[in-house]
């Protein structure tokens, strides 16, 4: 992932946190174990939806318009290609939401959370890039690059693969099913840390 790209998806998480409507971690310590569920979940709901609009809403509109202008994909083909898009935007929305809900479970800061949010996206990408490509380390170790996992992942769900190179990067060249395996398990891990996060918070009242 570029550098410009992390920190504008960084600033744009940082401005979903900052909602009034969704900050859980300013009142976290007033919640039951019950509340916290219901605000976490409400907090996850909100800026999922928010994402899924970002990663699939684009895609949906140009596939709406071509099809209006008479030069869109085929009746046949729509269905498929919507799901695509669906699966796409959904998986991709959510690892968004599960990076910045761990973060901001760690922190009440909005400028720090979104520095850690820009260094969770880039940092592993670089380490584990040249680990691979330096030390001989397996393609596998890709998986621990969260945007690269999550953008690979796009890829093999519309079924584009880049021709394996020495410069492709070395997620391109692990299995379609670790992809899957490794994009849930950051959205599970995301999801896990700002759970237990959150709900030490509640017991410290």
Do not use: C
């Not at 971690?25 to 569920?37: F, K």
């Not at 979940?41 to 509109?61: D, H, I």
């Amino acid at each position: 992932m570029r550098l410009s790209s992390a920190i504008r998806v960084g600033g744009i998480l940082e401005k979903l946190l900052a909602l009034p409507d969704v900050t859980v971690a300013t009142r976290i310590d007033d919640l039951s174990t019950a509340q916290v569920i219901v605000a976490t979940a409400a907090k996850w709901a909100t800026v999922a939806t928010v994402m899924l609009a970002m990663t699939a809403g684009p895609q949906l509109f140009l596939v709406g318009a071509y099809g209006i202008e008479g030069s869109g994909p085929s009746a046949t083909g729509s269905p498929l290609l919507l799901l695509k898009i669906l699966i796409t935007g959904v998986g991709v929305a959510l690892f968004y939401t599960a990076v910045a809900m761990a973060v901001s479970s760690l922190t009440t800061r909005r400028a720090v959370a979104a520095v850690a949010i820009v260094l969770v996206l880039i940092v592993p990408s670089i380490a584990v890039n040249v680990a691979v490509d330096s030390s001989g380390a397996p393609d596998e170790l890709a998986l621990l690059a969260p945007p690269e996992t999550a953008s690979e992942f796009a890829w093999r769900v519309f079924g584009d693969t880049r021709a394996e190179s020495s410069q492709d990067p070395p997620i391109t060249r692990v299995s379609s099913g670790l992809i899957v395996v490794g994009l849930a398990s950051w959205i599970v891990l995301g999801g896990a840390v700002s759970w237990v996060s959150y709900r030490r918070q509640s017991r410290r009242r």
